[in-house]
């Protein structure tokens, strides 16, 4: 078995590129760059199948066909989008799809059963356990808590309290996703 060097080295220069700078670039450097990437791909393959392309005749055939499909097609989403937005005369109230989709999931939200009703004879047994380990812990926090919080001077408490910050919910960034 040959190792290929030169592969392997694109593959680690892709690899170090693809991990330590494309996730600092932003939207719009990524955008170009995919859109140069294709590009350049798509000429490639030309130059290297033009052969293949020029002998390939079977598809000249249905050029006379192109316009009448377009047409078709227009004519089909126009009809449609005029059928959907009046429907019936009027204009419905969930004319969108998007409507549509938030009234489906709506509904399906208002139809789950309670969380309550979701537990089996294992999950009980386990929650059970768990409550039962945790209740006598919890009170032993709380009093530790609170005795640490004694001991310190009052500016200390308030520094403290500030500082206690909700975990991001993103790992990396310091603020929740709801800010983002």
Known sequence: MELF???LIVFIVAAIFIFLILPRLGTTVLVVACIIALLAAGINHYSMFYSEYSLSTWQNGLFTYAPWIILLLAFFFIIA?????????EISSLSTPMALLQSNVQSSVENMPAASSATNPLTAAINSGINAVASPVAPVNNALRVANNASRPPNAQRVNNSAKAKSPNIPGAGFPASQL
Do not use: D, L, S
Request: charged share 10%; net charge positive.
């Open 5 to 7: 060097i030169p592969g």
């Open 81 to 89: 989008a005029i059928i959907f937005i009046f429907k019936g005369g």
